[in-house]
């Protein structure tokens, strides 16, 4: 393996599932995505941003996790591409500081239930509510 792909791996821009088609649906607030290997996933704007993978919602260490109210109405402005590797969410919360790599896409989207369900479980637990 070269030390350029290797140096790419161990930050993280590893790619092993490319998107070919990604749309945002401002009626549904959603985003439609669709992977070369013919999956395709339907991933709501607040589930994109309460999953933010920006330290401001990721911290820089897992107990350091914010669990976000109140964005159950969020929708998405504006999509950038970062790369061939990314893109940039910007939310109309006026969110934008995080980077979606295809790989952290394909995993909210493969683990979507998990992920939901476990965020909805720390909302329930902290007495917050997804309502503005």
Do not use: C
């Not at 920006?54 to 504006?78: D, F, N, T, Y």
Request: net charge negative; no cysteine; proline share 5%.
């Amino acid at each position: 393996m070269s030390e350029s792909i290797e140096e790419d791996n161990a930050q993280g821009f590893h790619t092993e599932h490319w998107p070919t088609d990604l749309k945002y649906k401002s009626d549904e607030r959603s985003l439609h995505i669709t992977f070369e290997n013919g999956m395709t996933f339907v991933l709501p704007a607040e589930y994109l941003r309460v999953e933010s993978p920006s330290a401001e919602v990721q911290g820089h260490h897992p107990s350091q996790k914010q669990i976000l109210s109140g964005r159950r109405m969020v929708g998405i402005i504006a999509i950038e591409p970062v790369g061939n590797y990314a893109v940039k969410l910007t939310f109309d919360d006026l969110h934008d500081t995080g980077i979606y790599s295809w790989q952290y896409l394909y995993k909210l989207a493969t683990e979507q239930e998990t992920i939901w369900q476990r965020y909805l479980n720390e909302m329930e637990k902290r007495g917050l509510s997804r309502i503005p």
